[in-house]
């Protein structure tokens, strides 16, 4: 390949990735989010955490939280901004997520649903995708 072609591939791609020599302070992983419980302020389980949305610069804006339903059966998918639930510990430092909300408000939200075609969520009585679609091509 000539050096044209190997500056055209580094224009696609875009800069080189920055590597980082330590973590950011404060910084948590998505595992303390991710499949994790959500409690009201009376401490009453409200949902789990059932997906963490991202935008295109990676900050996470949204958090898809299941409610209701019996081992995934009757489930409602309801979407909650990402600072809608605050982090707390409890028993030994473990984490805990809370939410100033009730089960019955977040049975009564909008719900959603994920359609695999599209790898994105709609709202839950919007038709599947069709082929070809993709968050990412936007």
């Given amino acids: 390949m000539n050096n044209i072609g190997l500056a055209s591939i580094r224009l696609i791609a875009g800069p080189a990735a920055q590597i980082m020599t330590s973590i950011p302070a404060n910084s948590a992983t998505v595992t303390h989010w991710y499949k994790q419980n959500v409690y009201d302020p009376a401490d009453n389980k409200i949902g789990e955490i059932d997906d963490v949305l991202v935008d ?17 059966i009757g489930e409602k998918h309801v979407a909650v901004p990402f600072n809608a639930i605050r982090t707390t510990t409890k028993d030994n430092n473990k984490w805990y997520l809370v939410m100033n909300s009730t089960k019955d408000a977040l ?15 709609g709202p839950e009585n919007a038709p599947p995708a069709t082929q070809g679609q993709s968050p990412r091509s936007k």
Avoid: E, Q, S
Wanted: net charge positive.
């Fill in 56 to 72: 295109k610069d990676g900050k996470a804006t949204a958090l898809i939280v299941g409610v209701g339903g019996f081992l995934g």
């Fill in 107 to 121: 049975k009564n939200a909008p719900g959603f649903k994920y359609d695999r075609t599209a790898m994105t969520w």
